[in-house]
């Protein structure tokens, strides 16, 4: 025989009723209603890191175009040629001016004036003295000359120092000059001095490409404030920043910029209170939302949940009318003694009563989830009363019913455990067959009311499907509906035993009737 609970015996306290965890437990929506909450949380919580990516490159887009000029300045100035007549001492007043004013001058080539060589050394052009600095020297100058390039940067395999050091070799009419930006040097910081006077609004230095991809960039001293000069590291890492590519500098140089330090914190904390802006906007719009589709929910829930309950109640009203109707019949056709009549008129008048309880109670729990009616004790008497009360509808069918009582009593509400005792017997009437029987146990704590009848019996799918609304048994391939009805007085039941706190087990197999066990609190 396949078993089946569907409500799990708990005992609770008197008058209270399932936790607010067990409430919305029995809500259908919540595992979608969480599913969409979460993403949503995930869609929100991202936003504000988009956001202030977007604040962080709007900001450096802003700051590279409010500096392109002092970007031009830099390069310009790397670009200069010099305005010098002749050379013949390399300390004359024209060559030590210049020299000042362009630091990383490191040689010279007179190309109309015997093609001399001339190499910086501090305020003064002197002629070469280390042989192979000055060939490698004048093996750039010769193939600048002869692309005809103004400008022009040696490869890798031409320059020793090749991304350490960036080289140019420039060409005008007379001279071919040879400049080299060593990072960190004291030329290159004059340098910067001289091409950004007289605002020097920014800290710039020159970044190899590949660094700015990097993770592991030290900082270095030279890098550091008051030194215009930046270091790889800031340049890659500071926010309020930008590089330009430029083949000014030759090949994988990038010329960057970035604030300075007072600048850089300004910038982090626009940056942090924009960051923090967007994550409480998205946070209100996370809780109206979420709120908005909680509302939604339980609106509708509670009206599918309001229809099912009054379709279920109007059909657990089905068997005391039928009662009701036949006691009705008796007195009018005048089948009873004068002291039987007045007998079933008071019990009329007793089902009356129970009806409008039954209604009351249904109402009451439709409109706010009130109690489902005064607790009382389910004693043996008021078992035998209950079926008292329901022997009319057997004897209309000729079967027996049948008591199997114990001497202790349960704890419960009355209206309810009456609707629910109504519900089974009147279910193992209406869909079994043979004979009915009410039994009632005790063990431990709680009191077992059972109910079998010698039906057919159902397959275990079916026993599963037992109690959902408006679930209706058929045969397979066959036809219709196995039992009229539509399906409501079970599910009303499990209702009942889930806010309640009462076990409910529907058990039955092929050929061995159908029993279903109820368990409530024993007094």
């Not at 991809?213 to 890098?223: M, S, T, V, Y």
């Not at 924009?274 to 009206?303: F, N, P, S």
Request: net charge positive; proline share 5%.
């Amino acid at each position: 025989m396949y078993r089946h609970r569907t409500s799990r015996y708990r005992a609770l306290h008197p008058g209270v009723g399932p936790s607010r965890w067990q409430r919305l437990q029995q809500r259908s929506g919540i595992l979608l209603l969480a599913l969409a909450g979460l993403a949503t949380a995930l869609l929100l919580a991202s936003a504000p890191g988009y956001y202030r990516l977007d604040q962080l490159n709007n900001g450096r887009q802003a700051y590279m175009e409010a500096h392109w000029v002092d970007f031009e300045a830099v390069e310009r100035h790397w670009k200069s040629l010099p305005v010098l007549q002749t050379v013949k001492r390399g300390d004359e007043p024209d060559v030590r001016r210049f020299l000042a004013d362009q630091p990383l001058v490191t040689a010279l080539l007179d190309r109309f004036e015997g093609r001399h060589l001339w190499i910086r050394e501090g305020d003064r052009l002197v002629s070469p003295r280390d042989p192979d600095r000055a060939q490698r020297y004048l093996g750039w100058m010769t193939h600048a000359e002869t692309a005809q390039r103004f400008e022009w940067n040696p490869s890798k395999e031409q320059d020793p120092e090749f991304g350490k050091v960036a080289t140019v070799v420039l060409l005008s009419d007379r001279w071919l000059v040879l400049k080299r930006w060593r990072p960190g040097s004291p030329e290159v910081e004059r340098e910067l001095n001289i091409a950004l006077a007289p605002n020097r609004a920014l800290r710039m230095g020159l970044v190899r490409e590949t660094d700015l991809e990097r993770d592991n960039l030290r900082p270095q001293a030279w890098g550091a404030e008051p030194n215009l000069q930046a270091d790889p590291r800031s340049i890659a890492y500071l926010p309020l920043g930008t590089t330009t590519k430029t083949n000014a500098f030759g090949d994988g140089w990038n010329l960057g910029g970035v604030g300075f330090d007072a600048q850089q914190r300004d910038f982090r904390t626009a940056l942090r209170h924009q960051y923090w802006t967007a994550w409480g906007v998205a946070a209100l719009l996370g809780a109206a939302l979420l709120l908005g589709l909680w509302l939604r929910h339980r609106t509708r829930r509670k009206a599918v949940l309001d229809a099912d309950r009054m379709a279920s109640m109007t059909h657990s009203l089905k068997t005391p009318l039928a009662i009701l109707k036949f006691r009705c019949d008796s007195l009018r056709l005048g089948r009873l003694s004068p002291d039987r009549a007045d007998e079933e008129l008071l019990k009329i008048g007793e089902e009356v009563d129970h009806l409008t309880t039954l209604i009351e109670t249904g109402l009451r729990v439709i409109r706010g989830g009130g109690a489902s009616g005064p607790r009382g004790q389910a004693t043996q008497a008021w078992f035998e009363e209950v079926a008292e009360d329901l022997q009319p509808a057997f004897d209309l069918e000729n079967r027996p019913l049948d008591l199997h009582l114990a001497a202790d009593a349960g704890h419960a509400p009355l209206p309810s455990l009456r609707s629910a005792v109504f519900t089974l017997v009147e279910n193992a009437l209406a869909h079994g067959k043979g004979r009915v029987t009410l039994e009632t146990w005790r063990v431990r704590r709680r009191l077992c009311i059972q109910v079998t009848d010698e039906g057919d019996g159902l397959e275990p799918h079916q026993v599963k499907a037992l109690g959902r609304p408006f679930q209706r048994l058929r045969n397979r391939g066959k036809e219709g509906f196995l039992r009229e009805g539509q399906g409501l007085g079970l599910s009303l039941l499990v209702q009942v035993a889930g806010q309640e706190g009462w076990g409910l087990t529907f058990a039955s197999g092929p050929g061995e009737g159908f029993s279903a066990l109820l368990e409530i609190p024993a007094a």
